[in-house]
């Protein structure tokens, strides 16, 4: 009972110190930090405000066009008003469901799945939730099954419809104007239509052949395989193999042959003179033609140049590989140490940085936009880039946080709010957990100890102390410089206490002595 007592004084103390503070966030920039339990911040110059709980599981944010809240891992939601979008992440990255303009989509990978789009005023659906799904097309058809048992899929995978019963024993699509029958699949298939026939019986014999464009053929699948493609056009390609003895291709414009592969490979193009040779791949191989080179003898040194658009090099891989690629007036250069930790820079004409990247996996990652905004993280335990991540599960593990917005304005995070700071044109200010905080702007500082237990506060003319949250302080005027010498301002060089408030700074006038009554809350 005692324990329930004191936390919920804590908890009221807490609600009586927001409650004053809370109500001017949308006048000045404030921060409340009761780490790691409970942190507040508003900065209405940029137009957001935002809660975090128990360190990084709780988070409330909401800016000019985008509001978000999460308890991380579970649960992740954000809107933004200017796409607009609507998104619910669940145990990311296995769950999500997402509103956009003209789509609803959502998962739960890989038992659940969830589609509606909207083009032309047409509306087509579908829904899965293993075994069963259900849906249906544009064109208001509906279909549905029970997996493995039956179903009926319309515009699903690339045909028309799809059927089957007890699958695999049983199957049957239709696409473009031909239908394939499938019994006990792969084994056995028939495929009829105006436009495409075969039949397979796998892996003994199969036949198969796009009328007029491909033929394709094999006998005890993949030993034998031969097939024509391309003959609509003017540059038909034939292909056949033994597997693995000899594999060829052959067209008008190239020539491939492959013996024992991978042993030995070549590979040359008759209109540009390009040549390629790998004996065995992929430990050498040579490249040379028209603006390209190469050669490689893996895993000691390669590298391989397209002149003007791409470099490739690396020396005993993985330990070190370089990679330059031009896309316009875009040049952009990639080094990776051990695959997972890279540098990467973008430079565009005349010197101008576009972006900037260095991550040394799993230390830190520095990264620098397009638009300038740079950002640095201490222990970054995923060697890749995901927003999803970056909402749900990055936060649980960074220790250390920086971060520049295009403006110049700075922030940095320490062990999830312990130590923070906020610095902009308008203002600069740090706090380290509840103990202490600093804010100073043009002319004016606070310092405060405790969440204002003592506090210090200035604006270059009169100074302020408090102690002890009491509604009562202590105020003094600073000299003005501009003001006349010390022997002139009266006994001792101050000036009196008449003087002092017969400037018309001070509304209290009538009290005769520096103990100020303040109009503040006790908070």
Not at 351 to 380: A, C, N, Q
Not at 475 to 483: D, I, K, L, V
Request: hydrophobic share 35%; charged share 30%; net charge neutral.
């Amino acid at each position: 009972m005692a324990i329930r007592k004191i936390f919920f004084l804590l908890m009221m103390i807490v609600f009586l110190y927001c409650i004053p503070s809370l109500s001017m966030a949308e006048e000045r920039s404030i921060s409340i930090n009761f780490w790691p339990l409970f942190q507040y911040s508003s900065d209405p110059v940029a137009g957001v405000r935002e809660i975090e709980g128990l360190g990084p599981f709780f988070l409330w944010r909401k800016d000019d066009h985008r509001n978000q809240w999460g308890v991380r891992p579970l649960l992740y939601w954000s809107e933004n008003e200017v796409e607009p979008l609507q998104r619910l992440e669940f145990l990311y990255p296995f769950g999500k469901y997402q509103v956009r303009e003209g789509e609803k989509k959502g998962y739960f990978a890989p038992l659940s799945l969830y589609k509606e789009e909207e083009l032309d005023g047409k509306k087509k659906w579908e829904f899965q939730f293993f075994p069963f799904f259900i849906g249906e097309t544009k064109r208001g058809e509906d279909y549905y099954g029970l997996f493995p048992i039956f179903g009926t899929l319309l515009d699903r995978y690339g045909k028309d419809e799809i059927r089957f019963y007890f699958w695999p024993l049983y199957g049957k699509s239709t696409s473009e104007g031909f239908s394939t029958t499938n019994l006990i699949w792969p084994f056995f298939s028939f495929t009829e239509g105006e436009k495409k026939r075969g039949y397979r019986f796998w892996p003994f014999y199969g036949w198969r052949e796009e009328i007029g464009v491909s033929q394709t053929e094999f006998i005890a699948w993949p030993i034998f395989i031969r097939e024509r493609k391309g003959i609509d056009t003017d540059d038909p390609v034939e292909e056949w193999m033994i597997f693995p003895l000899y594999i060829s291709k052959e067209s008008k414009r190239l020539e491939s042959k492959k013996y024992l592969w991978p042993f030995f490979s070549y590979a040359r193009d008759r209109f540009t003179g390009f040549e390629q040779l790998d004996f065995p791949w992929p430990f050498f191989q040579s490249l040379k033609g028209e603006n390209l080179e190469g050669i490689r003898v893996f895993p000691f040194y390669g590298y391989k140049v397209r002149e003007g658009v791409m470099k490739r090099t690396f020396v005993l891989y993985p330990l070190y590989q370089f990679e330059e690629d031009r896309m316009g007036d875009v040049q952009e250069k990639t080094t990776r140490i051990l695959l997972l930790s890279r540098i990467r820079t973008g430079e565009a004409d005349r010197g101008v940085k576009k972006e900037d990247s260095l991550r040394i996996w799993p230390f830190f990652d520095y990264e620098r936009g397009k638009t300038g905004h740079t950002t640095f993280s201490f222990f970054y335990l995923f060697p890749f880039k995901d927003d999803g991540f970056e909402r749900n599960l990055f936060p649980l593990f960074r220790i250390f946080r920086w971060e520049k917005d295009p403006q110049g304005g700075i922030s940095t995070n320490f062990l999830w709010g312990f130590y923070k700071r906020k610095k902009n044109e308008e203002m600069d200010s740090w706090e380290v957990a509840h103990l202490i905080g600093v804010k100073r702007g043009n002319g004016w500082k606070t310092i405060s100890f405790l969440k204002g237990l003592f506090r210090y506060q200035s604006d270059g003319r009169t100074a302020d102390l408090r102690f002890f949250y009491l509604p009562f302080h202590l105020r003094w005027s600073h000299r003005n410089p501009s003001a006349p010498p010390l022997e002139k301002e009266g006994k001792g060089g101050f000036r009196s206490l008449k003087e002092e408030f017969a400037d018309g700074e001070q509304e209290d006038r009538d009290i005769g002595h520096r103990l100020i009554c303040s109009r503040e809350g006790a908070f």
